[in-house]
Each structure stands twice: as structure tokens, then as C-alpha cells.
């Protein structure tokens, strides 16, 4: 492994864990040229299929691009990068389980927006602004209507449960 430091091809592992699923191998490793230490993850390369973006080019699923879009919505919120990381994870298995070789960047969007409409509606609202291209304020407004809305709906069921 490469130092990003100093550019060494030598290094040492100090210490090596598996994630909760078993998919993610994080490494801490010293670099035995400048000491300096560094983590790698080590991961199946999984055949995912290509996505179509909205102007029907074609180009590699960049795992790279969900948690950065993710991240830009989570800013300053309380959500850790742990969180996020599985939520890309169960993002992937969700398109590899389709089998499909290709899949619209619209329905990643999608599996984003629903799982952050789950996690944390103001990083909801942020990551839709930007998805959903609205082009007025009246559109931002009716979908943050229709997201309390959909709350108040899924609270009124549960004091009719109780």
C-alpha cells in the first residue's frame, strides 16, 4: 500500500478489524519510511452495474459520488460517517440483488432520498432541493408540506395503535 505521505511502498498492518456485516476490512498501517500512520479499507469488487444519468450517457456506479452527495446533505447534522457508509452499503446490495446491468442514476436518487427521509428530515430536504431541480419556491414548499404531512399521517396511526 501506497503512503500518502511520503509515496512508500512499505508499511506495516497495526491492526486490522472486520465491519458489523463482515463486507469492509479497515486497516491501520504504519508507514516504515516517514512512521506516519494511515487507514485502508479493503472490500469485494463487486460487478455493479453501469448508470445511466439523465442525458442517457453512460459511466461506472461511483460509490464515491453517493456518500459525497450524502455528506453535502448531512452537513452539520448529527450523523456519522459510519451511517452513511451504510447507507451507501445498503444501497449497493440493493442494486446488485436487481441483477441488472444498468440501473438510472433516477433510482439511485431515489434510494438516497428514501433513506434519508428515514434518518433526518432537514438532510431529506437539502439532498431533495438539490435532486429534484425545483424550479420555484412553491415547489420546495409543497414538498416540504407533503413531508410533514406524511409525518403527521404516520403519527396520527400510531395514536390510534395505542
Known amino acids: 500500500m501506497r503512503c500518502p505521505f511520503c509515496g512508500n511502498l512499505d508499511d506495516r498492518v497495526i491492526d486490522s478489524r472486520m465491519s458489523k456485516e463482515g463486507d469492509v476490512i479497515r486497516r491501520r498501517r504504519e508507514c516504515l519510511r516517514c512512521e506516519r500512520r494511515f487507514t485502508s479499507y479493503e472490500r469485494i469488487e463487486e460487478n455493479l452495474p453501469m448508470v445511466i444519468k439523465k442525458d442517457n450517457r453512460r459511466e461506472p456506479y461511483d460509490r464515491h459520488k453517493v456518500i459525497t452527495g450524502l455528506k453535502k ?30 440501473v438510472s442514476s433516477t433510482m439511485i436518487g431515489e434510494e438516497v432520498m428514501k433513506a434519508l427521509k428515514e434518518l433526518d428530515k432537514v438532510a431529506y430536504v437539502r439532498f431533495a432541493s438539490v435532486y429534484r431541480e425545483f424550479k420555484d419556491i412553491n415547489e420546495f414548499l409543497e414538498e416540504v408540506k407533503n413531508l410533514f404531512d406524511t409525518d403527521a399521517s404516520k403519527s396520527s396511526l400510531k395514536n390510534i395503535e395505542r
Do not use: H, Q, V
Request: hydrophobic content about 35%; charged content about 35%.
Open 73 to 102: 446533505a448531512c452537513e452539520k447534522r448529527p450523523i456519522s460517517t459510519e451511517t452513511l457508509e451504510s447507507i451507501a452499503d445498503n444501497i449497493e446490495r440493493n442494486l446488485l440483488d436487481m441483477g441488472l446491468k444498468e
